[in-house]
């Protein structure tokens, strides 16, 4: 599987080609925020201008088709929480929301599921037999704990998903290449993937390099998934095209994943 560079009145995203129905990993190219937060931030805490802000959001809603009250978004806090989501979510553009929750998965039509991120890694999920989606924000500490693996039993045991039905894609982020810890992170993935820890991680001087991808596909194909789609691209490497925390040293915006049905 592959993704693919799309540009609708200049708004640039990619697409995966095993999900099949409306998405988006968003690039930094085709909104209206200046400065530091040039051009698509679609952050919603940081310092930009709100009308900016708004103006992205209702760009990016325009070339993908769909509505901005169809946005459900919630407070990333790096944990585990998957948050079943419904169209009584449904707040509005940049409307505050009070729950906190790394995963969103829902059966609902027209309810458009987003996470935000800058090095962190967004994984989408579609099951196209039952019509349920999925959205997930994987920092490292939500990877080792198997996030995406329990969104997939959530799937499960909400809506009756079998996992080999379902279709996952791991979207741009901060790669093995430029994901340098200390000895912390990798003793947290030699602890949640003793099998996997050679494949996840490299070792430097006082220094390791992780693989937040690998960690999970690993996750989703232990889940039982089987079709999973990996972006080749690291934001820090292409920090002209994507958000990274890391290469801008926290001045930046958000990119965003998104999926409705």
């Given amino acids: 599987m592959s993704f693919i ?21 968003t690039t930094r190219f085709g909104g209206v925020s200046t400065g530091i937060y040039k051009s698509l931030n679609l952050a919603q805490r940081a ?4 009308v900016n802000v708004k103006e992205n959001y209702s760009l990016l809603c325009s070339a993908l088709g769909i509505s901005t009250d169809n946005i459900v978004c919630s407070t990333q806090v790096h944990g585990t929480n998957v948050r079943v989501v419904t169209q009584d979510d449904r707040c509005g553009l940049l409307q505050p929301n009070s729950h906190q929750s790394d995963g969103l998965i829902t059966n609902s039509t027209n309810v458009a599921l987003m996470v935000f991120t800058a090095d962190c890694v967004p994984i989408l999920l579609h099951d196209p037999v039952k019509k349920v989606i999925g959205a997930v924000h994987a920092g490292w500490r939500s990877a080792v704990a198997d996030i995406t693996g329990m969104a997939v039993k ?28 200390d000895a912390d992170v990798a003793t947290s993935v030699r602890d949640a993937l003793p099998n996997y820890y050679d494949s996840c991680v490299a070792s430097q001087v006082n220094k390791f390099m992780i693989d937040l991808k690998e960690i999970n596909r690993i996750m989703l194909s232990n889940a039982g998934i089987a079709d999973i789609s990996v972006s080749d691209e690291c934001t820090s490497c292409l920090s002209d095209k994507y958000w990274s925390h890391r290469k801008t040293k926290g001045q930046r915006g958000s990119q965003a994943a998104l999926i409705q049905l």
């Fill in 154 to 181: 959530k799937m499960q045991s909400e809506f009756g998903c079998t996992p080999l039905d379902i279709k996952a894609a791991i979207g741009p982020c901060i790669s093995k290449c430029c994901f340098e810890t």
């Fill in 47 to 50: 310092n930009d201008d709100f």
């Fill in 5 to 25: 560079k799309n540009n609708v009145d200049e708004i640039v995203y990619m697409t995966s080609s095993n999900i099949n129905t409306t998405h988006a990993f």
